[in-house]
């Protein structure tokens, strides 16, 4: 069974950054595309990005180029996305999701990270 | 890119039909059969309904279905049920390798 958990609450204020993580397991952990994507309260779901299962290609929104970073660490079957200079624009829930290779659709989702930015 | 457009809510009564379109460019609805539908409830993890335009996936009950023409992609419930409300998002393949989802639909069970 595919689990993708995130990592906790993040409260931050304007202009910093955050790293959110997202630790996988029931699967081979380099066999999966894994995306980013976000939902801002009483907004709709936002794609961010892209890491393809290679670790090879990354694809990202052009609204969030130059500021955001994904990464991931084999050792510990974990996936990182660092967004930089945040705004009170940044507060959302933010999800991993999974993809299998050209299926083009997202299979499991993780359980969300709220991130708030306040000053 | 902007968000594929979608009306923000749809409403039926029980046993109607509804449909929910999504209209994008042809650098994405259009370019790719590559269009899936999520139903989203309030706390729980996007549910996918629909891929590739039209193939539903296996527990998705067949009430739903998907279609394409030019730039539009269409979400349809057929006999619509109370479990049937929520938000629905379609979500589209662009030409830039990114992916893009649409603006929400609510949909009401009258």
């Known amino acids: 069974q595919v689990q993708l958990e995130q990592s906790g609450a993040e409260v931050k204020k304007p202009g910093a950054s955050v790293r959110v993580s997202c630790k996988a397991s029931?699967?081979?952990?380099?066999?999966?595309?894994i995306h980013w994507v976000r939902q801002a309260p009483g907004q709709g779901l936002e794609w961010m990005a892209i890491l393809t299962y290679d670790g090879g290609r990354r694809f990202y929104a052009q609204r969030f180029q130059g500021r955001l970073t994904m990464t991931r660490d084999t050792s510990t079957r974990t996936h990182y996305l660092e967004l930089r200079s945040l705004s009170s624009e940044d507060t959302a829930v933010y999800f991993c999701?999974?993809?299998?290779?050209?299926?083009?659709?997202?299979?499991?989702w993780g359980q969300g990270t709220p991130v708030t930015v306040s000053s | 890119q902007s968000a594929l457009t979608q009306p923000a809510s749809v409403s039926g009564s029980p046993g109607q039909s509804i449909i929910i379109s999504c209209t994008g460019t042809s650098s994405d609805v259009g370019g790719y059969d590559h269009v899936s539908w999520y139903q989203h409830e309030p706390g729980k993890a996007p549910r996918l309904m629909i891929y590739d335009v039209s193939i539903r996936p296996s527990g998705v009950p067949n009430r739903f279905s998907g279609s394409k023409s030019g730039n539009t992609a269409s979400l349809t419930i057929s006999g619509l049920q109370t479990e049937d409300e929520g938000d629905f998002y379609c979500n589209s393949y662009t030409s830039r390798g990114t992916y893009v989802f649409g603006t929400g639909t609510k949909v009401t069970v009258l």
């Open positions: 029931g699967y081979t952990f380099t066999s999966q595309h």
């Open positions: 999701v999974s993809e299998t290779p050209d299926a083009y659709f997202f299979d499991y």
